[in-house]
């Protein structure tokens, strides 16, 4: 079976400073790894996602995300927070070779004030 | 313009009146699926499907049914809808199952219904 952890249902930091959105996952294999966000009255719109190679992957906005595989974590970072980036947020993992199976988390609300 | 449409957007029914939402993207994708979103749940699958004819269960796909005749629309179905099924629904498209291939490789989501049932 395969899961996804988002440990902090929400997320508070000043415009300006750097964002940290957690996740860890737990798969039988080697995985596939994903990050969306969810605006309010939205669908979820695809931010990054890990595959294979640099384990620091660059995506849409500005959101970065670093796959840990000793640590099973797939954090999103931001270097600097804008208050337009508070949103919902979902880490996803798939499985290689594991087909359509599409695994979220939880979701992390971030809130960036000024 | 790449979208995924999801009808009705909002839809308040009463229990055993049977409703379907209707899905539709226009991106040639062979693979979609069906979502619903709880609070403090996140999303889970309800039924996916490979291609046309070719559909399968998800997660949590007690209570609905889906089909797919056409590439383009995969429609969710309740036949007897019950309050414990009062969600916000999800639609996604993608060109391969685990959207895993080019960065344009992706799961693209429609806007939402959300669905009372009294």
Not at chain 1, 15 to 30: F, M, R, W
Not at chain 1, 37 to 44: A, D, E, K, S, T
Not at chain 2, 8 to 37: A, D, F
Not at chain 2, 89 to 104: D, I, K, Q, V
Request: proline content about 6%; glycine content about 8%; charged content about 20%.
């Amino acid at each position: 079976a395969q899961s996804v952890a988002q440990p902090e249902d929400q997320v508070n930091v000043a415009e300006g400073n750097p964002l940290t959105v957690k996740c860890t996952y737990s798969v039988s294999g080697n995985p596939y790894l994903f990050w969306y966000v969810q605006y309010p009255n939205r669908g979820l719109q695809f931010l990054l996602k890990y595959i294979t190679g640099d384990n620091l992957v660059k995506g849409s906005y500005g959101f970065e995300a670093e796959f840990n595989k000793s640590q099973t974590s797939f954090h999103l970072k931001k270097p600097s927070a804008l208050v337009s980036d508070s949103a919902l947020y979902f880490c996803a993992v798939s499985l290689t070779g594991g087909g359509n199976k599409l695994t979220f988390g939880t979701g992390t609300q971030l809130k960036v004030e000024l | 313009e790449a979208q995924v449409t999801q009808n009705p957007r909002y839809l308040i029914t009463v229990t055993g009146k049977k409703l379907t939402v209707t899905c539709s993207q226009n991106m040639n994708h062979e693979y979609m699926s069906w979502y619903r979103q709880d609070p403090g749940l996140g999303l889970r699958q309800i039924y996916y499907s490979m291609n046309v004819e070719v559909t399968d269960k998800g997660d949590v796909p007690e209570g609905y049914k889906v089909s797919r005749k056409e590439k383009r629309n995969f429609p969710l179905i309740l036949e007897s809808p019950s309050p414990n099924q009062t969600s916000l629904y999800f639609c996604a498209s993608s060109l391969s199952p685990t959207a895993t291939g080019t960065r344009e490789d992706t799961q693209y989501f429609g806007p939402g219904t959300r669905l009372t049932v009294l």
